[in-house]
């Protein structure tokens, strides 16, 4: 009986924590939101709506940049936390030029270990695989005037994740998601060197939660289920200038809508090249923190290390300030 009554005294406790996982499930959608697609625009501020030939969220992007027949590319990513959980992301893709258009496969996951939070409660995360397809097409040249060109671009993906939040080694929260998100994107290049992105994605997901319930007057545990559904709406603006021949700039826009919770967010960057062509470093601003990075290229691919610091500011109330390392690599025929 005391064992039981020590513990109901510590469910107390961490009421506020399990009724805040909510809270806490929004600020880990921002940041899955947010998550580079590759190291080469992590370590330029995260900014890729209209980087044509980068790593990129962008579906119409796939189809700009350089000719190749054939492109596969890998990406790991750690997101340490000043206290909780780390996250290890994982990102594969494979692009395949068509007839009319190129098209793009991304298989991406995601897992923490279990740590405690600033909740005193332990959470435990994991993204199984999601699937993604993008294709983009070149739609439109001189459109506006000689020389220019219009990308479009669409794409939709499936996901599943969970969530686990426990105390002691019992679970108290269990959230279950499965998601499915569609995109749009266009990119126009007035002219060489200048680029104009944007993209548009929502995101529709059902939400599986189990709580645990003890009575306090017998200690008896029950579990509750509750069913729920959430939309995430996410926009992008962006423009990339090469403005000299070895260095380019960028700067991104991002407004998120997620149920109540709105988020103006902007990412700025730049690319230099030390060697043309061969050797490339970074560095820009992404919402929050300074971003770095320094990138090999060679003919067939190339290979690319970023460092971000306080980007994903919404969990740093829950885990503490975060750093990510992310590394890529990368290979086109």
């Not at 499965?178 to 929502?202: E, H």
């Not at 560095?283 to 990138?295: E, H």
Request: proline content about 4%; some cysteine; charged content about 15%.
């Amino acid at each position: 009986m005391k064992k039981i009554a020590v513990f109901v005294a510590a469910m107390f406790l961490t009421v506020p924590a399990i009724c805040s996982a909510a809270d806490f499930g929004t600020a880990l959608s921002i940041v899955t939101s947010n998550i580079p697609p590759g190291a080469d625009v992590a370590g330029m501020g995260n900014c890729w709506v209209a980087l044509p030939g980068f790593s990129a969220n962008n579906p119409a992007n796939v189809a700009a940049g350089d000719p190749f027949c054939f492109g596969a590319s890998y990406s790991y990513g750690l997101i340490a936390f000043k206290r909780g959980p780390n996250l290890n992301v994982h990102i594969s893709s494979a692009s395949v030029a068509l007839p009319k258009g190129v098209l793009q496969v991304n298989f991406s996951s995601a897992n923490s270990g279990s740590a405690g939070t600033a909740m005193d409660v332990d959470a435990k995360f994991a993204y199984a695989p999601t699937i993604e397809l993008m294709y983009g097409v070149k739609a439109f040249e001189s459109l506006l005037r000689d020389g220019d060109k219009l990308y479009l671009g669409v794409g939709g993906s499936l996901s599943t994740a969970k969530m686990n939040f426990s105390l002691s080694g019992q679970n108290m929260l269990v959230s279950r998601t499965r998601g499915f998100q569609a995109k749009t994107g266009f990119l126009y290049q007035p002219m060489k060197g200048l680029n104009f992105g944007g993209m548009y994605s929502y995101l529709c997901d059902r939400n599986d939660d189990r709580k645990l319930n003890i009575n306090e007057d017998d200690g008896l545990q029950s579990w509750s289920a509750k069913r729920s559904t959430s939309d995430i709406h996410q926009f992008r603006l962006g423009v990339s200038w090469q403005v000299l021949p070895r260095l380019l700039l960028a700067a991104d826009y991002q407004h998120l809508n997620i149920g109540h919770v709105k988020r103006d967010q902007y990412f700025v960057g730049a690319e230099f090249y030390v060697i043309k062509e061969v050797l490339a470093v970074y560095g820009g601003w992404a919402n929050s923190g300074p971003t770095a990075g320094i990138s090999a290229y060679w003919k067939w691919g190339g290979a690319n290390v970023a460092y971000m610091n306080n980007t994903f500011d919404d969990l740093n109330r829950h885990l503490g300030r975060s750093q990510m390392v992310m590394a890529t690599v990368f290979m086109n025929f």
